[in-house]
């Protein structure tokens, strides 16, 4: 025992007290009564509890992991990784945000940073995210930090992780200094919030340095135009201010065209990825677009047009490649800056001259311009006329696939600029078709290398306007799957193409019926009419819909919707909004649609797109909530997500296809829960469903008061029918007396429904119309089952309610009624009910019982 009780107090020396309390406790049930063990034990009891305490103290937690971190002789890798992954955890709770911030571990991240290490730097920056995350004070004060200059050169770094953890901060940073700009602050609040504009701009102001600093990485210039992208331009034109975008355009539209106007391979070129010119373009276009007034527009041009004239007089021929490189990047973003662009002098010449050029470098971005300048029909006949023969001769003559395959892009476009009309055939009869072939036999090359293969998929966005190109293109299996594995590449500046060419083969583009008036009119006016072509007729289409789906155009879909990159533009997922619709037109295609992603999919592109792609998306996910099981369709809580989407398609500057669809698809929602039926109350559609059941066409009055009667089984909805100087109850009577049968049911099974839950509603139904009784006797003398079944339930309910009631009904017809379905045999749901009305009355003394029959 003495022996024990020593080693004992040797270990707590060594702080190994576990240990020594289990020699404590030996010594204690050897001699219990000794006083002195006793005290010991209690006493290393709390100093044990104290260690713990302090051990799970977040504070301890916080300097044990930066110790471990910033420890130059900790060499344990494993030990390091595990402290770096507890610290970015503790980071995302608040307590643990919060704990970070005041031990000073905004300094000690940042000699984490500047350790220039990898691993180290990811966990710094992944750990400041969870610090500035919807904290806009902690926000401002890391970034007083850290300042802008170092966050920015991280976002340089080359290695692509960091830049993009770097790239995430940043965001994370815009967002809680925008959020605190938004909010209004009034009084003495206003005295201590700090203004956040100066650190917004200071930030922005050193993501634009960044573009034309020749020392960073291309990944980090393509995070920061992703950043900008995202910041910058106002989420919504009814926000008023668009400041930001104007400072932005003055400040930093030349640093944004250096990158568009990058001629890859070049001397002295900035180091940029196949996807930094088509960045640079969507800014530039969602810049332009951002402002507000012409006078902001012309500040734009001038902008524009004195960078090219820079670039165009001042310098010999690498000045002229970058001016038409230049051109080439405003045609694709603001096409109307590129147009003005395009006018200036000698730009239009250089460039069918440098078409000749034997550079293949300088032929590339020569080529490239001309096709994209053929987007004005006005331009395109221009190029026709003039361009033509030289593309032709490019395409001939050229060694290199890359030049040959470009040359048939404008060649491709050119043929294209009569659209669908048949009649406009810019080429000769089986022109395009050769095109085609040729389009399709590179883009199923996979020794091309993947940016250029691209542009076949270019190509053939422009010939399928031709129905005769679309029937061969969907034959041919392989150059189908060769498109869609080339969707799903980290190349996203194919994802237009590869959508537009999948509208122009389902035949998915907005298309109106002529007016026959209108037709004669041009005739005999002698204008041209336009002709569509005999394979886009309904059959066709429907043909060409089923061999994409075996093709696997959903899974290729529902990757290219998946895409945080800047070329996922609205316009481009309106176009697949267009594809999915088209896919789900037939029912029978609903299923494998959604078993191959289609139903998620489709979410994403109803909440973020054009106004007309996310009604597409919206109608498409109407098709599927109504033909197939939702919880299935959309497993878990997906199912909430498609409530907004739909009640959307409610609004009435919709089409009557588009209200009906809807309101179909809310029915079998709100028949599946009562969260179901709450999210929908909370999208406020109770409203526009009750307006939609006074329409004048027959099938949206159905399908929005079998909707109301899905919504009536919520406590909510029935309310409205218990308020007094309400028609609704009266609407609902009515309706159970239409000629429809369906409206009938749906009209008198919501009565049905309502007279059991709440007997005032009884009371109320011989007061909302003086018919009430004829609807009641019509409904039980009815040859449908259903209807009679819900007319005996009402009445049962009825007679139930109240005894004046009850003397209302069997003092008509309806005594007799109920005593032959009494007797029914073959339906018994219906005879119980009667039953039980009549064992009602009886129990009121209205009636005697018969008693030689039941």
């Given at each position: 025992?003495?022996?024990?009780?020593?080693?004992?107090?040797?270990?707590?020396?060594?702080?190994?007290?576990?240990?020594?309390?289990?020699?404590?406790?030996?010594?204690?049930?050897?001699?219990?009564?000794?006083?002195?063990?006793?005290?010991?034990?209690?006493?290393?009891?709390?100093?044990?509890?104290?260690?713990?305490?302090?051990?799970?103290?977040?504070?301890?937690?916080?300097?044990?992991?930066?110790?471990?971190?910033l420890?130059?002789?900790?060499?344990?890798a494993?030990?390091?990784?595990?402290?770096?992954?507890?610290?970015?955890?503790?980071?995302?709770?608040?307590?643990?945000?919060?704990?970070?911030?005041?031990?000073?571990?905004?300094?000690?991240?940042?000699?984490?940073?500047?350790?220039?290490?990898a691993?180290?730097?990811?966990?710094?920056?992944?750990?400041?995210?969870?610090?500035?995350?919807?904290h806009?004070?902690?926000?401002?004060?890391?970034?007083?930090?850290?300042?802008?200059?170092?966050?920015?050169?991280?976002?340089?770094?080359?290695?692509?992780?960091?830049?993009?953890?770097?790239?995430?901060?940043?965001?994370?940073?815009?967002?809680?200094?925008?959020?605190?700009?938004?909010k209004?602050?009034?009084?003495?609040?206003?005295?201590?919030?700090?203004?956040?504009?100066?650190?917004?701009?200071?930030?922005?102001?050193?993501?634009?340095?960044?573009?034309a600093?020749?020392?960073?990485?291309?990944?980090?210039?393509?995070?920061?135009?992703?950043?900008?992208?995202?910041?910058?331009?106002?989420?919504?034109?009814?926000?008023?201010?668009?400041?930001?975008?104007?400072?932005?355009?003055?400040?930093?539209?030349?640093?944004?065209?250096?990158?568009?106007?990058?001629?890859?391979?070049?001397?002295?070129?900035?180091?940029?990825?196949?996807?930094?010119?088509?960045?640079?373009?969507?800014?530039?276009?969602?810049?332009?677009?951002?402002?507000?007034?012409?006078a902001?527009r012309?500040?734009?041009?001038?902008?524009?047009?004195?960078?090219?004239?820079?670039?165009f007089?001042?310098?010999?021929?690498?000045?002229?490649?970058?001016?038409?490189?230049?051109?080439?990047?405003?045609?694709?973003?603001?096409?109307?800056?590129?147009?003005?662009?395009?006018?200036?002098?000698?730009?239009?010449?250089?460039?069918?001259?440098?078409?000749?050029?034997?550079?293949?470098a300088?032929?590339?971005?020569?080529?490239?311009?001309?096709?994209?300048?053929?987007?004005?029909?006005?331009?395109?006949?221009?190029?026709?006329?003039?361009?033509?023969?030289?593309?032709?001769?490019?395409?001939?003559?050229?060694?290199?696939?890359?030049?040959?395959?470009?040359?048939?892009?404008?060649?491709?476009?050119?043929?294209?600029?009569?659209?669908?009309?048949?009649?406009?055939?810019?080429?000769?009869?089986?022109?395009?078709?050769?095109?085609?072939?040729?389009?399709?036999?590179?883009?199923?090359?996979?020794?091309?290398?993947?940016?250029?293969?691209?542009?076949?998929?270019?190509?053939?966005?422009?010939?399928?306007?031709?129905?005769?190109?679309?029937?061969?293109f969907?034959?041919?299996?392989?150059?189908m799957?060769?498109?869609?594995?080339?969707?799903?590449?980290?190349d996203?500046?194919?994802?237009?193409a590869?959508?537009?060419?999948?509208?122009?083969?389902?035949?998915?583009?907005?298309?109106?019926?002529?007016?026959?008036?209108?037709?004669?009119l041009?005739?005999?006016?002698?204008?041209?009419?336009?002709?569509?072509?005999?394979?886009?007729?309904?059959?066709f289409?429907?043909?060409?819909?089923?061999?994409?789906?075996?093709?696997g155009?959903?899974?290729?879909?529902?990757?290219?919707?998946?895409?945080?990159?800047?070329?996922?533009?609205?316009?481009?997922?309106?176009?697949i909004?267009?594809?999915?619709?088209?896919?789900?037109?037939?029912?029978?295609?609903?299923?494998?649609?959604?078993?191959?992603?289609?139903?998620?999919?489709?979410?994403p592109?109803?909440?973020?797109?054009?106004?007309?792609?996310?009604?597409?998306?919206?109608?498409?996910?109407?098709?599927?909530?109504?033909?197939?099981?939702?919880?299935?369709?959309?497993?878990?809580?997906?199912?909430?997500?498609?409530?907004?989407?739909?009640?959307?398609?409610?609004?009435?500057?919709?089409?009557?296809?588009?209200?009906?669809?809807?309101?179909?698809?809310?029915?079998?929602?709100?028949?599946?829960?009562?969260?179901?039926?709450?999210?929908?109350?909370?999208?406020?559609?109770?409203?526009?469903?009750e307006?939609?059941?006074?329409?004048?066409?027959?099938?949206?009055?159905?399908?929005?008061?079998?909707?109301?009667?899905?919504?009536?089984?919520?406590?909510?909805?029935?309310?409205?029918?218990?308020?007094?100087?309400?028609?609704?109850?009266?609407?609902?009577?009515?309706?159970?007396?239409?000629?429809?049968?369906?409206?009938?049911?749906?009209?008198?099974?919501?009565?049905?429904?309502?007279?059991?839950?709440?007997?005032?509603?009884?009371?109320?139904?011989?007061?909302?119309?003086?018919?009430?009784?004829?609807?009641?006797?019509?409904?039980?003398?009815?040859?449908?089952?259903?209807?009679?079944?819900?007319?005996?339930?009402?009445?049962?309910?009825?007679?139930?309610?109240?005894?004046?009631?009850?003397e209302?009904?069997?003092?008509?017809?309806?005594?007799?009624?109920?005593?032959?379905?009494?007797?029914?045999?073959?339906?018994?749901r219906?005879?119980?009910?009667?039953?039980?009305?009549?064992?009602?009355?009886?129990?009121?003394?209205?009636?005697?019982?018969?008693?030689?029959?039941?």
């Open positions: 025992m003495k022996a024990l009780f020593r080693r004992s107090q040797a270990l707590q020396k060594l702080g190994r007290l576990d240990q020594a309390i289990s020699d404590l406790q030996r010594c204690v049930s050897l001699e219990p009564k000794n006083k002195a063990f006793q005290e010991a034990l209690h006493t290393l009891g709390s100093s044990m509890h104290e260690k713990m305490k302090k051990m799970s103290c977040t504070d301890s937690k916080v300097d044990q992991m930066f110790q471990i971190l420890d130059p002789e900790e060499k344990d494993d030990k390091k990784q595990k402290a770096a992954q507890n610290l970015i955890v503790l980071a995302r709770e608040e307590a643990g945000a919060e704990k970070i911030f005041q031990s000073d571990g905004v300094r000690l991240l940042t000699q984490l940073l500047d350790t220039a290490k691993d180290m730097m990811l966990a710094a920056l992944r750990t400041l995210v969870g610090l500035c995350s919807g806009r004070s902690r926000t401002t004060a890391i970034l007083a930090e850290l300042g802008a200059p170092r966050l920015s050169a991280v976002l340089g770094v080359e290695h692509e992780q960091v830049s993009l953890a770097a790239c995430n901060l940043l965001q994370v940073m815009f967002d809680s200094l925008k959020e605190g700009m938004q209004d602050f009034r009084g003495k609040e206003d005295a201590v919030v700090l203004d956040s504009s100066k650190d917004l701009k200071l930030l922005i102001k050193h993501l634009l340095e960044l573009l600093l020749e020392g960073a990485s291309a990944h980090g210039r393509d995070n920061a135009l992703n950043l900008l992208i995202k910041v910058v331009p106002r989420k919504s034109p009814k926000e008023i201010n668009n400041s930001l975008s104007l400072w932005v355009i003055d400040q930093g539209l030349k640093k944004i065209l250096e990158v568009g106007s990058t001629v890859c391979g070049a001397q002295d070129s900035l180091p940029v990825t196949e996807n930094s010119r088509m960045s640079a373009s969507v800014l530039l276009s969602k810049l332009y677009s951002d402002l507000k007034c012409d902001e012309e500040n734009f041009h001038h902008l524009c047009e004195d960078y090219v004239k820079s670039w007089e001042g310098h010999e021929l690498a000045g002229k490649l970058r001016a038409i490189q230049t051109v080439s990047c405003l045609l694709q973003g603001p096409s109307e800056a590129g147009n003005r662009v395009l006018e200036l002098e000698g730009i239009m010449d250089s460039v069918l001259s440098l078409c000749a050029s034997v550079c293949e300088h032929q590339l971005v020569a080529v490239e311009a001309l096709i994209h300048a053929a987007d004005k029909a006005k331009r395109a006949s221009f190029i026709t006329a003039n361009g033509v023969s030289l593309l032709k001769e490019i395409y001939k003559h050229s060694e290199r696939d890359s030049i040959r395959i470009r040359a048939l892009v404008g060649l491709c476009k050119l043929g294209s600029a009569g659209g669908t009309d048949f009649s406009m055939k810019q080429f000769a009869e089986g022109s395009t078709m050769k095109l085609a072939k040729q389009c399709r036999k590179w883009l199923c090359n996979e020794t091309i290398d993947a940016g250029t293969r691209r542009w076949a998929v270019e190509g053939l966005a422009y010939l399928t306007f031709d129905a005769d190109v679309k029937e061969e969907v034959e041919d299996k392989a150059a799957q060769a498109m869609f594995h080339l969707a799903k590449s980290e996203r500046s194919v994802l237009y590869v959508a537009s060419t999948l509208v122009n083969c389902t035949n998915s583009y907005d298309h109106e019926e002529p007016d026959p008036q209108m037709l004669e041009a005739k005999y006016a002698k204008q041209h009419i336009p002709e569509q072509h005999p394979k886009d007729k309904p059959d289409v429907k043909r060409r819909v089923r061999k994409l789906l075996a093709a155009v959903v899974s290729a879909l529902a990757c290219m919707v998946k895409s945080e990159n800047p070329a996922l533009t609205n316009s481009c997922r309106e176009l909004s267009r594809v999915f619709l088209a896919l789900v037109e037939e029912a029978e295609d609903r299923g494998g649609v959604v078993a191959q992603g289609g139903g998620k999919a489709l979410i592109l109803s909440l973020e797109s054009t106004e007309v792609g996310q009604t597409k998306a919206a109608q498409a996910l109407a098709k599927i909530t109504i033909t197939s099981n939702p919880e299935m369709a959309f497993p878990g809580e997906r199912i909430y997500e498609v409530v907004r989407p739909l009640v959307s398609l409610l609004h009435l500057q919709r089409t009557g296809l588009e209200n009906f669809e809807g309101l179909m698809a809310l029915t079998n929602l709100a028949g599946i829960s009562e969260r179901l039926r709450q999210k929908i109350l909370k999208e406020k559609a109770v409203p526009m469903i307006g939609y059941m006074f329409e004048e066409h027959e099938l949206i009055r159905l399908a929005a008061t079998e909707c109301m009667c899905n919504m009536a089984m919520s406590k909510e909805v029935q309310e409205l029918f218990l308020a007094e100087g309400s028609d609704r109850l009266k609407l609902m009577v009515l309706y159970s007396g239409e000629e429809d049968e369906k409206l009938r049911r749906a009209a008198s099974g919501t009565l049905a429904m309502l007279t059991a839950l709440h007997p005032p509603i009884c009371k109320r139904i011989p007061q909302v119309t003086a018919h009430w009784l004829e609807i009641l006797q019509a409904l039980l003398l009815s040859p449908n089952v259903e209807l009679q079944h819900r007319g005996a339930v009402v009445v049962m309910n009825m007679m139930a309610a109240e005894r004046e009631v009850a209302q009904l069997i003092a008509s017809e309806m005594l007799e009624i109920l005593s032959v379905l009494a007797k029914e045999k073959d339906k018994p219906v005879a119980q009910a009667a039953k039980e009305s009549l064992a009602q009355a009886v129990a009121y003394g209205l009636i005697k019982p018969n008693p030689n029959q039941e």
